[in-house]
C-alpha cells in the first residue's frame, strides 16, 4: 500500500500567480486540443513549485449557470487527481516544472468516464512532449 502513488490534489498544486496564469495564455505555451477539452502547458522555474500545477477554466460563454461550470471543475479536477501520476513521472524522468490549464471548448455536458479519457488522453500526450 505504501508503494501506491498519493492520489491528492493539494493547495499548492493549484495555479493562482496572476502572473503565471498571464504568461501562460500570452506566449510561450504549447497546447493540444481533445474535445471537449483542450490543454495548454508552459515550463515554469521556481524552487518552491510543485512538479506540475493546474488551473480549470470552464467560459461562462460555455455554461451560464454555474452550477453547470462547477459540475465541469469538478469532473475535470477529479478526472486529473486520479491520473496525475502519468504527467508527474515524466516529469520526475525530465526535471521540468510546468504551469497546465484545462480549458473547457464544449456547449454540453459530457458524462464523468468521458471526461476523464480525454484528461488521460491529454496527460499521455503532454508526457510524451516533454519526453
Request: aromatic share 6%; net charge positive; charged share 30%.
Amino acid at each position: 500500500m505504501s508503494d501506491s502513488p498519493k492520489l491528492t490534489l493539494s493547495k499548492v498544486e493549484r495555479l493562482n500567480s496572476r502572473i503565471l496564469i498571464e504568461r501562460l495564455f500570452t506566449g510561450g505555451s504549447k497546447s493540444l486540443p481533445a474535445f471537449p477539452l483542450r490543454i495548454v502547458y508552459m515550463p515554469v522555474e521556481g524552487e518552491n513549485l510543485p512538479a506540475a500545477t493546474i488551473l480549470i477554466s470552464v467560459p461562462k460563454k460555455r455554461f451560464k449557470r454555474a452550477v453547470k461550470r462547477n459540475r465541469v471543475k469538478r469532473q475535470v479536477r477529479e478526472a486529473y487527481r486520479k491520473n496525475k501520476h502519468i504527467l508527474l513521472d515524466a516529469l520526475k524522468s525530465s526535471g521540468q516544472k510546468i504551469a497546465v490549464a484545462f480549458i473547457w471548448l464544449d456547449n454540453e455536458l459530457h458524462e464523468s468516464a468521458d471526461v476523464e479519457a480525454k484528461v488521460v488522453k491529454l496527460l499521455q500526450l503532454t508526457a510524451e512532449r516533454l519526453a
